[in-house]
């Protein structure tokens, strides 16, 4: 065995995910081995060009290829939160959203499918409508304050993300004290909130790449495994983000070879979910971590 594998396998066994399951429609979600959520825009306008699917052809065909390359979870967002997009109404994200739901549930009925909004009215159209899995907010309940009884209401998972402000405005001067610490204290009163309104499959997004400098986004990387305590599963989304391709001097077209080795730190830090553009790659970086793990038992 080479150094460095030796050295992933040993250091594998330093944090170790706990094991983790969310209901989904009445069957259990196994997150005791990290998965792989499988990105699809349907937006003109997000910052990774190539993830952008606007015909019915190019929808289906991702939709296809992150399930053949064993993505678990496919993620569907109509509203571009790049810093700066244009803002885009409820009808129009709904009606983009709707569209590829459609296709993908007729070319894949049981496939668990997210939507990454942060509207209650367009989630729960999509969860009543067109059977969705999963709600990502990337505000936390923040832009919409009916979201959080909506989803206990509608008795789905939430992907609960960190962020400050709106897509707008959120690169304006963040500031943090300890930004560790206010992440942390963040998700520990959300997820008092949902827990309180009945809601327990909760995923923490830490949110990296919002409302975060690059100084900010490797600080709180590098404290991740500080979230495990509340005890709920991580997912981490940096593919392809601009912590790696500023921090490199190069653009997000470039960034495959930072976000693996980002993928890679976040499993070894504790993640249950690597959300991805570039799903083949990360879950090679799964299938190594794991036979590091095993390995190393």
């Known amino acids: 065995m080479s150094m460095f594998l030796f050295f992933l396998c040993n250091f594998a066994t330093m944090i170790k995910a706990p094991e983790y399951t969310i209901n989904i429609k ?3 979600l196994d ?3 990290p998965c792989v959520m499988g990105i699809l825009n349907v937006t003109p306008d997000s910052f990774y060009a190539a993830s952008r699917k606007q015909n019915e052809e190019a929808i289906v065909s991702r939709a296809n290829e992150i399930l053949l ?3 678990t979870i ?3 967002g109509a509203y571009s ?3 700066g997009a244009a803002d885009v109404s ?7 959203l709707s569209r590829a739901l459609r296709l993908i549930r007729n070319e894949h009925p049981n496939a668990i499918i997210s939507v ?3 509207r209650a009215d367009v989630a729960e159209r999509c969860v009543t409508q067109h059977g969705v899995d999963i709600i990502n907010d990337i505000s936390g309940g923040e832009l919409d304050s009916n979201m959080f009884g909506t989803v206990a209401r509608l008795k789905v998972p939430y992907i609960l993300m960190h962020m400050k402000g709106t897509p707008q405005n959120m690169q304006q001067a963040p500031h943090y004290d300890n930004i560790t610490a206010e992440v942390l204290q963040y998700f520990g009163r959300k997820v008092d909130e949902l827990h309180e309104l009945g809601v327990n499959d909760i995923i923490l997004d830490p949110g990296y790449g919002f409302a975060k400098t ?3 986004n490797m600080e709180l990387f590098r404290n991740q495994s500080a979230l495990l305590q509340l005890g709920l599963p991580l997912l981490v989304g940096v593919s392809r983000k601009s912590m790696i391709y500023r921090l490199l001097n190069s653009t997000p077209e470039e960034a495959l070879n930072g976000t693996t080795v980002l993928h890679t730190m976040a499993l070894l830090s504790g993640a249950s979910i690597l959300r991805a553009h570039d799903v083949k790659e990360a879950m090679e970086v799964v299938k190594i971590y794991k036979a590091c793990y095993s390995t190393s038992e």
């Open 69 to 71: 390359q064993g993505g």
């Open 26 to 28: 009445g069957q259990l």
């Open 31 to 33: 997150l005791s081995q």
């Open 116 to 118: 990454d909004t942060f």
């Open 74 to 76: 496919i993620d569907i």
């Open 214 to 216: 690059l100084e900010h």
């Open 90 to 96: 409820a009808e129009e994200e709904m009606e983009r």
């Open 81 to 83: 939160s790049r810093s």
